[in-house]
């Protein structure tokens, strides 16, 4: 009988008792003895000289313990905050990387660089010392935007980066795409741009840190997706720890989202400060400092070109990108608008030549770095309003445009011109169980109904493929990774049969604690009750390199059955020595080794006990002990792919757009928890919907503040915003190189959803000419773009 | 936030002394003030909680109309019988303010003393001829409201009531700020008998009243009679979220809306 908790069953999420009963341990409910506060003094300009600092009045506040600054950190010999990915330019040359200090040493780069720490008995004191130090700055002129940075005579943000540009890099065959343009019958032609977004996990960014002077050891514990990501990037390049004596434990985190991949300036100051105040030092980022200072996302701006023969076939694209990486390079910045992006510009299409290029540049603003999705929806947005763009160059119905130049299911494994090799997928698949669910053919009757309400009715449509599973090393580093990519697992039996499992991933949302725990309870037989997961600690897990990138279940849970599989051979042998049998002579089962073509059988509880009472283990052959550890790199990246189908209303007079329907159809490969992938789908969805209609991050372009500091202006999607979802997934198409199958599904929501509603909204516009609206639409944008074609529909 | 000193008077002759304080500050539901504090926007020396203070809750069917204590939880107004009854338009309007928190602690008094120009209550105040008695006087509704973030009360002068008249037909129609909630834009209409009001919030640094859409209405009270109504985008409020022109478009569509909604 099939295992009620294992593989492909909704169980309820196990680690939600304690989030929803408020019993969830997060960075900040951590306290110790002694344990002093930690406030930032940030600067208040985008770009500025410091020409001093004057902390004595500060100091003196009641409760101050000390007043840090860059120049002490300097002193301390504290280094640099690494960047993890490298790109070459065209040209060759390496990108500019400009160094990244805690805390900023001579200038200050954006708002809310941090300038000084101020430590103290209470949070309170430290606010209070903190406004009292007075930095004296000499303000300098700032560039608030991507275009901006690369108009002449721009300010420069870093003084060794001539126009502001970190790298120009550029992917695919050039002249192929120059020939087949051409020759071309048609071409579709875009300009957009996919906006910067501030991330907002729910918990904000925190971090303590703690030393023992007895031994020596330092521990950081911090809001992160991976800490020993973090152990290594700021024990080995910014504070110069050795791995055994520098503890990072991740606890409950809340939310992620890319933002707390990277490595902090706060995480190094809180570490060092520990030691130089021979106290614990805690540092929990307000909502505003999470607003200034988490890694935003997107940014780009971006023109598209698209070539077709007399049939609509699709021959070439070219794309050229301005990417805003902000003022200083975040852990994998380089990387998203590069490799994450442009080799993702192939979509699910069999387009025959490829070439973008990407500036990435400097800005005086937030860096900008990985947020759900990182590069892959800023392909997606931009294909699929291209491929709608060329619908209507065609005059052709936007599914036909599409299915017509899919990569059929016989082409696979397809190689395509940016890179990537497609395992598998079936495109027209997803479209055809889409269609139906949305009733396509009855479209046309709601708009007329909606017309005869004088609103506005359009559908639109996004196919996604994703590149996940965050990667195989040796990829990963001829492509300029500086970290290897792989993930590792060790499954502990316990003498009673209990289980423990050591993951490299982390969870910060996604529910490891129970999709883990149901892939072990699957392959053991045993109850899910009794498996343990444990995640998130440096001391405990032998290495990892965490969460993003929807790589836990691809790259994580593949390590966890190399795990078993290790667990299981082990096995094998103490049950043929229980059994007296040949080891070749014992089949397993669902946890149960039967000695072939008998009833002799033991289960896995059993061998677990001899494991551990092994009177009579003939120990030249067999060690004692049943635990294991195994380690795993993919062959490839894994590739998602989906159809997402949005239905819109628009109200002309308000210009607000209502979410009528939408419909969701994604390939994860095999799925091990229908329950959390359908709400992982949900939440990526709202988050795609978000960018759409609601979420803009705006900095003023000359000053480089940022206007939507709060939740007053910078809009988040709410529950009320968005319809009940269709959500459909189909497992005929599993991964062909990992033992379970699965691709991932943590970002496929956020991918398609954003070209889905803006395909919708153009489409409701269409009558009044409109071919493409930059995100996000709001209602003034819409109203307005509704008044000014209004006249001339009129006029015709 | 920084160390304030708590007070809880339970009269209202004890909160008037205690606002004598020199950075003295008024709690009510604590809305905008609770958050200006944690951002430390604010330094007052003294927060005086008004919760405690029997004198300033209630609602009264009074003269025909409504007098509703200071002291009303925004939630009180949008469920009470008594209003849905009296004025339905005014329990919707409460019904419709920020989300279920704010309801919850938010006032009447907070809110129209406070006179954010984006908050809702400013424009029943006018629309419904209301008139706001406080610990020394009243005040006409139509003279209360002076500016953003300002009313005629006096500096330490405490609102206790505010009386509402009862229309003949009333709605409130708002456009929300999709990010804070707010109004961007809200409209509410009253008719009593041939006299019409609109009370617009949100638009402008101040409640206004939409004089030309009053006449139509009076002589008319249909939307279509608003048809080629608008009122000046000089001088009206702009912002990230809606331009002037945006604002002086939606006065006419949340106006209409309104009427239609009245019936």
Not at chain 1, 341 to 367: D, M, R, S
């Amino acid at each position: 009988m099939a295992n009620p908790n294992g593989i492909g069953a909704s169980v309820r999420r196990r680690e939600d008792q304690r989030f929803l009963t408020g019993r969830g341990n997060y960075t900040d409910d951590f306290k110790r003895l002694n344990m002093t506060h930690a406030v930032h003094v940030r600067s208040p300009y985008a770009h500025a000289r410091i020409l001093g600092i004057d902390f004595a009045d500060a100091a003196a506040m009641p409760g101050v313990v000390a007043v840090l600054t860059g120049a002490d950190m300097e002193a301390d010999k504290v280094g640099s905050l690494p960047c993890g990915w490298q790109i070459h330019s065209k040209d060759g040359s390496p990108m500019k990387e400009p160094p990244h200090y805690p805390l900023a040493r001579d200038r200050v780069r954006y708002v809310g660089d941090a300038v000084a720490v101020v430590i103290a008995e209470t949070r309170e004191q430290a606010r209070d010392a903190a406004e009292m130090v007075v930095v004296d700055y000499e303000e300098l002129p700032a560039v608030g935007s991507s275009t901006r940075a690369i108009a002449g005579g721009a300010p420069l943000v870093h003084d060794d980066a001539p126009d502001n540009v970190c790298y120009d890099w550029h992917l695919g065959d050039k002249a192929a795409v120059d020939a087949a343009f051409a020759n071309a019958a048609h071409v579709a032609k875009i300009d957009l741009v996919n906006q910067r977004l501030v991330p907002n996990a729910m918990e904000p960014r925190a971090a303590m840190g703690e030393y023992d002077q007895s031994s020596g050891e330092y521990t950081l514990t911090t809001t992160s997706q991976n800490p020993h990501v973090t152990r290594l990037l700021m024990g080995a390049f910014v504070l110069g720890i050795p791995e055994h004596k520098l503890r990072v434990v991740a606890p409950d985190v809340g939310g992620g989202f890319g933002s707390k991949i990277f490595h902090y300036g706060e995480e190094a100051v809180v570490t060092w400060a520990a030691r130089k105040v021979g106290r614990p030092v805690k540092w929990t980022a307000d909502r505003s400092e999470s607003f200034l200072t988490d890694a935003h996302g997107r940014d780009h701006v971006s023109h598209a070109e698209l070539a077709m023969d007399a049939d609509g076939n699709f021959l070439a694209l070219r794309v050229s990108t301005l990417a805003n990486l902000g003022a200083y390079l975040s852990t994998f910045a380089p990387s998203i608008p590069t490799y994450l992006y442009a080799t993702l510009l192939a979509g699910q299409y069999k387009t025959p030549a490829i070439y973008a290029e990407v500036k990435a540049v400097f800005t005086n603003t937030a860096p900008v770095d990985a947020y759900r999705g990182a590069g892959r929806p800023e392909a997606c947005y931009l294909i699929e309003r291209l491929v709608d763009v060329a619908a209507g160059v065609m005059g052709m119905d936007k599914t036909e445009m599409r299915r017509r130049n899919f990569v059929p299911k016989e082409a696979m494994p397809y190689q395509t011109p940016v890179a990537l090799q497609y395992d598998t997928g079936d495109f027209a698949k997803n479209l055809d169980i889409a269609l139906p669910l949305v009733d396509y053919p009855g479209f046309q009757q709601r708009r007329a109904e909606s017309k005869a309400r004088g609103k506005l009715r359009g559908i639109g449509f996004a196919t996604y493929i994703e590149a996940c599973g965050i990667a195989p090393s040796n990829v990963a580093g001829a492509l300029g990774a500086r970290a290897g990519l792989y993930e590792c697992a060790e499954v502990r039996f316990h003498p009673t049969g209990s289980v423990t499992v050591f993951t490299g991933a982390h969870s910060h949302g996604q529910g490891h604690e129970t999709t883990f725990a149901q892939i072990v309870a699957d392959r053991f037989g045993i109850p899910i009750e009794n498996v343990e997961i444990v995640h998130g600690d440096t001391n405990k897990i032998p290495f990892g390199m965490g969460t993003y990138g929807s790589r836990s279940l691809a790259v994580g849970g593949s390590a966890l059955v190399k795990a078993m599989d290790k667990v299981e051979r082990k096995a094998k042998k103490i049950a043929a020595h229980m059994l007296e049998a040949a080891e070749t002579d014992i089949e397993v089962k669902d946890g149960r080794f039967t000695v072939a073509g008998t009833d002799k059988s033991l289960g896995i509880g059993d061998i677990a006990l001899q494991a551990y009472v092994p009177h009579n283990f003939p120990l030249d052959e067999l060690e004692p002990g049943l635990d294991e550890q195994a380690f795993y790199d993919p062959k490839n990246f894994t590739y998602p792919n989906g159809c997402h189908v949005c239905e819109v209303e628009i109200d002309p007079d308000t210009g607000v757009t209502t979410i009528v329907s939408f419909a969701a159809v994604d390939d994860f490969g095999n799925v091990i928890n229908p329950l959390i992938v359908e709400g992982q789908v949900h939440g990526g969805l709202v988050q795609g919907i978000g960018q759409a209609l609601y979420e803009n991050c705006v900095y003023d372009e000359e000053s480089g503040q940022l206007v939507t500091g709060s939740y007053m202006d910078y809009c988040m999607p709410r529950a009320d915003d968005v319809p009940s979802f269709t959500v459909r997934y189909h497992e005929d198409q599993p991964c062909t190189h990992n033992p379970l199958g699965v691709k991932g599904c943590g970002e496929a929501g956020t991918i398609g959803a954003a070209a889905a509603v803006m395909n919708a909204v153009v489409d409701a516009l269409s009558d009044y000419g409109v071919t493409h609206m930059d995100m996000p639409a709001t209602p003034e944008k819409v109203w307005r773009t509704i008044r000014d074609a209004a006249p001339a529909m009129a006029a015709e | 936030m920084y160390a304030f000193t708590y007070q809880r008077p339970t009269s209202l002759a004890d909160a008037a002394t205690a606002i004598q304080a020199e950075e003295a500050k008024l709690l009510g539901g604590g809305q905008t003030l609770l958050p200006t504090l944690k951002q430390r926007l604010a330094r007052p020396t003294d927060l005086i909680d008004l919760g405690a203070i029997a004198e300033l809750k209630g609602i009264r069917e009074a003269d025909g109309g409504l007098e509703i204590g200071a002291f009303t939880r925004h939630a009180e107004v949008a469920h009470s019988d008594l209003v849905k009854r009296v004025i339905p338009a005014l329990a919707s309007l409460a019904e419709g303010i920020g989300d279920r928190q704010v309801r919850n602690m938010g006032t009447m008094g907070g809110s129209i003393a406070n006179a954010d120009p984006s908050a809702d209550y400013p424009s029943a105040v006018v629309a419904l001829k209301a008139t706001v008695t406080t610990d020394r006087r009243t005040i006409a509704g139509d003279d209360f409201f002076t500016g953003m973030f300002e009313t005629a009360l006096e500096p330490g002068e405490i609102v206790k009531s505010v009386r509402f008249s009862r229309p003949d037909k009333a709605a409130y129609a708002k456009f929300r700020n999709p990010a804070s909630r707010y109004a961007i834009v809200g409209v509410f209409v009253a008719r009593f008998g041939g006299e019409v009001r609109v009370a617009v919030t949100g638009a402008a640094g101040s409640v206004f009243r939409a004089e030309a859409f009053e006449t139509a209405l009076a002589a008319d009270f249909r939307a279509d009679a608003l048809n080629g109504l608008s009122v000046e985008a000089d001088g009206l409020n702009a912002d990230i979220h809606a331009s002037a022109d945006y604002r002086a478009h939606l006065v006419t569509v949340m106006a209409k809306r309104a009427v239609e909604a009245a019936g």
